[in-house]
Each structure stands twice: as structure tokens, then as C-alpha cells.
Nanobody, 116 residues
């Protein structure tokens, strides 16, 4: 079955950086676009970044452009999200996502806390 396992979330000071990872299994990773979403307390889940199956194209939410970078390693079946210049507004649970045959699959999420 499809499994997405996120890791890398942590407590970081404003201005700091983190690298999130999402290990995928149960589907043909190299043929699948991947996305990262986030959900802050009391807010709806929002799309953060998307990467095509071959990594050739990426898209970002306006709020993270220039600060976050999505990438992937198809040999490791892993997608990454590099978070730089973090602010308290970035604090959320970050989720990995894949859509297969119009069905969305999610990981369990990883918590990013930004606080001094």
C-alpha cells in the first residue's frame, strides 16, 4: 500500500533552517509528482510546493517562494523540502502528498516549530 513517512521537523529559531524528508513506498515513485502541504493550528491545510516526477519543474506558494526548495531523489524514493529563513508564520505540521488515480495519499506529518 502507499506509504509516505515524513521526518525532519524540529524546533528552530526565527531565521533558521530545516530540511524535511518524505520516504515513499507502495507506488511507482519515479512516475509521480509529489507535493508538500502544511497546516497551522486553526487553519486549513495549504499547498506549499510541488515537484514533477522527474524534478524538472517546481511550483511554490507565494508565501514561501525564495525561501523553500523542493527536490527529490528518485533512486531513494524520497522527496525533500528545504526550509530557510523560517519565521513564526511557517510554524505548522508539514505533510507529504501524492495523488494516484485521483486519490490523495498523505503521510502522518512532521511538526515544524519556529520560536525563540
Amino acid at each position: 500500500q502507499v506509504q509516505l513517512v515524513e521526518s525532519g521537523g524540529d524546533l528552530v529559531q526565527p531565521g533558521g533552517s530545516l530540511r524535511l524528508s518524505c520516504a515513499a513506498s507502495g507506488f511507482i515513485f519515479k512516475f509521480s509528482a509529489m507535493s508538500w502541504y502544511r497546516q497551522a493550528p486553526g487553519k486549513e491545510r495549504e499547498l506549499v510546493a510541488t515537484i514533477t516526477h522527474d524534478g524538472g519543474k517546481t511550483n511554490y506558494a507565494d508565501a514561501v517562494k525564495g525561501r523553500f526548495t523542493i527536490s527529490r531523489d528518485n533512486t531513494k524514493k524520497t522527496v525533500y523540502l528545504q526550509l530557510n529563513s523560517l519565521s513564526p508564520e511557517d510554524m505548522a505540521v508539514y505533510y507529504c502528498n501524492v495523488e494516484i488515480h485521483f486519490r490523495a495519499f498523505w503521510g502522518q506529518g512532521t511538526q515544524v516549530t519556529v520560536s525563540s
